[in-house]
């Protein structure tokens, strides 16, 4: 028995729980704003990746459950509790519980950190640290959001119609690097989007002018220098539910920092906070994520932590450009992990926004640009 489903068939999968389980599903999964089909999926999959001994879970008294999986998990997962000589509904259990423990209950007060990079510049981390940020703050998401132009470029800041922060002014830098010569909060600095549509949920913390210099500042800084993003822009986190970074392009100590602020912090369930990585449907984009992949590693590897790439999002595609197109973006896909957010196409819509300095959910809300955004938004706010 299957059901349509815009990710592929799925088929009834029908077992017992415990009510104890059932009922912390179904609230975990509310609370997470998940589907429990899908809770249950990422259970199965993490149960038959386990290679741990689970404890056994009392199952008295369960009572019929029921809901759909992708096809061909049901019969997979059956075959495996034969192998590991567990019931069925033990190892049903098991997998719920599984879930549970990898998703603990969000307490609300960590602020989810999306940092949007990508060492190759030309890939849109711009237009989709813009998009992802309208979209989490657009009425039908109500999220309380910060944009964080961090690129000394300032193209973001430009775009929606501000100036960088003059040299010598106060800024991020200045909190970065200098907080203790500070006159104004960080919070002061930031500028709310003015659209009806955002209800003053979405602000921006400009670029600034000095941060050409960031990298030789953190040189020489006294303090850890990988957390003086975290330093700067904790003060601000009581007051937004999401802080979006839009990265430069860059290899140096100013992008450790801002991965080092993507980390999963202790006690911070997976997918809550982690890197957004656009690329383009060409080869010189995957030249760009190894490299990538390279800071990842050693970073994680020099302070012992876990920095979690959410998935990529192929920007600007276009399949009229041919085989490199659309086979560059199948590769893109084939990797699997980490996946494929949203795959945006190069519409002029993007081009007239900027143009016009407004942002494109209030330029052109109805253009597949944006559905594509909606898309990679409500992705994210799942995981």
Not at 18 to 27: E, S
Not at 143 to 156: A, E, F, I, N, S
Not at 225 to 248: C, G, M, N, T
Request: charged share 25%; net charge negative; proline share 5%.
């Amino acid at each position: 028995m299957t059901t349509p489903n815009p990710q592929g068939e799925r088929e009834k999968l029908v077992s017992k729980l415990p009510a104890t389980l059932r009922q912390a599903l179904k609230v975990r999964a509310a609370q997470l704003t998940t589907d429990v089909q899908d809770a249950v999926t990422a259970g199965i999959e993490a149960w038959r990746a386990c290679s741990e001994q689970l404890p056994t879970i009392d199952t008295s008294g369960a009572e019929s459950f029921g809901t759909y999986v992708p096809e061909g998990l049901y019969d997979a997962f059956k075959e495996d509790c034969r192998a590991r000589e567990v019931s069925y509904i033990q190892g049903m259990a098991q997998a719920v519980a599984l879930w549970l423990d990898e998703n603990p209950e969000d307490d609300g007060q960590t602020t989810r950190r999306f940092v949007v990079c990508n060492q190759k510049g030309g890939v849109g981390k711009t237009a989709v640290s813009a998009g992802l940020a309208q979209a989490l703050a657009d009425r039908e998401m109500g999220k309380r959001v910060l944009l964080v132009d961090y690129d000394p470029q300032g193209h973001l800041s430009h775009q929606l119609g501000l100036k960088a922060i003059p040299a010598g002014e106060e800024s991020l830098v200045t909190h970065m690097l200098h907080r203790e010569q500070a006159k104004q909060s960080l919070m002061d600095l930031t500028v709310a989007i003015a659209a009806d549509r955002f209800g003053g949920r979405l602000r921006i913390l400009p670029a600034a002018f000095d941060a050409f210099l960031l990298d030789s500042g953190l040189t020489v800084f006294r303090g850890p220098r990988h957390a003086a993003l975290e330093r700067a822009l904790a003060p601000l986190e009581e007051h937004f539910d999401v802080i979006v970074i839009d990265s430069p392009p860059s290899l140096g100590l100013a992008m450790d920092a801002g991965l080092h602020y993507a980390r999963r912090r202790d006690g911070e369930r997976p997918g809550a906070s982690g890197l957004v990585i656009p690329v383009e449907a060409e080869d010189t984009s995957a030249q760009a994520y190894g490299m990538l992949i390279n800071q990842i590693d050693s970073l994680s590897t020099d302070f012992d932590i876990h920095i979690e790439q959410l998935g990529l999002v192929v920007n600007k595609f276009d399949s009229r450009r041919g085989y490199i197109a659309t086979s560059s973006r199948d590769r893109w896909i084939a990797l699997g992990k980490p996946p494929v957010l949203a795959v945006i196409p190069d519409l002029k819509e993007q081009r007239e926004a900027v143009r016009v300095q407004k942002p494109l959910l209030d330029y052109a809300p109805a253009c597949e640009q944006v559905h594509q955004l909606r898309q990679l938004a409500q992705e994210l706010n799942l995981s």
